[in-house]
């Protein structure tokens, strides 16, 4: 079965911001095949796969026993508590181009389990733009490798560093690539 890789940050945000629509039988979270969630209804899912729906949640409460209208309802805790009791689909299927149906199974990860390892450095032909290959891998030991595009001393947000190019991989802090969700080349 295929898998589709889930931040948890971003799940826990997505739930957060939409608390207010739970029990609408319509509305739900949705994942596409990048781990990108999305809140919409069922008829516009499009290429992805419900992984919290929304109906039969409007008796929600957050830990205080508030509801999601009531003024200081805590839709943070409640996105963290729905997560980490996996309250939660642990799999779904997208419906292809062809008609066929692609069976994924979800994992959600927590971008502090992940480690990467800097293993080549390479000129990509622009002066002072480097191509670095970077190996991900997370606490089971699943890797995945990506060549990641940067200028020399260009500040990456979505690496969550400073990029420095020299010769020496001593200049990377490979401890600063926390997420697989970072750009392609």
């Keep these: ?10 799940l826990i945000k997505a739930i957060e911001e939409s608390c207010n629509k739970f029990g609408d039988s ?24 419900l992984i919290l729906g929304f109906g039969g949640m409007g008796e929600y409460t957050d830990l205080n026993g508030l509801y999601s209208d ?10 963290e508590y729905i997560v980490e009791n996996q309250e939660l689909e642990f799999s779904g299927t997208i419906l292809e181009d062809d008609g066929s ?10 971008q502090s389990e992940m480690t ?3 293993v080549e450095m390479s000129d990509f032909g622009v002066e002072d733009d480097t ?3 970077v190996l991900v891998r997370d606490s089971n030991n699943n ?22 190019t020299d010769t020496s991989y001593d200049d990377i802090d490979t401890d600063d690539y926390p997420q697989f969700d970072i750009d392609l080349v």
């Design 101 to 110: 149906e692609t069976d994924y199974e979800f994992n959600v990860y927590d």
């Design 26 to 49: 319509f509305l739900g979270l949705y994942v596409d095949v990048d781990g990108d969630i999305e809140c919409t209804d069922l008829q516009r899912s499009g290429d992805s796969t």
């Design 70 to 79: 009531d003024e200081g309802y805590d839709a943070k805790g409640t996105a």
């Design 116 to 118: 990467v390892e800097c």
């Design 1 to 10: 079965m295929n898998t589709i890789q889930i931040n948890k940050n971003d």
């Design 143 to 164: 890797s995945e490798k990506f060549h990641v595009q940067t200028v020399d001393n260009e500040y990456r947000g979505d690496l969550g560093c400073w990029i420095t």
């Design 131 to 133: 191509t670095i290959s």
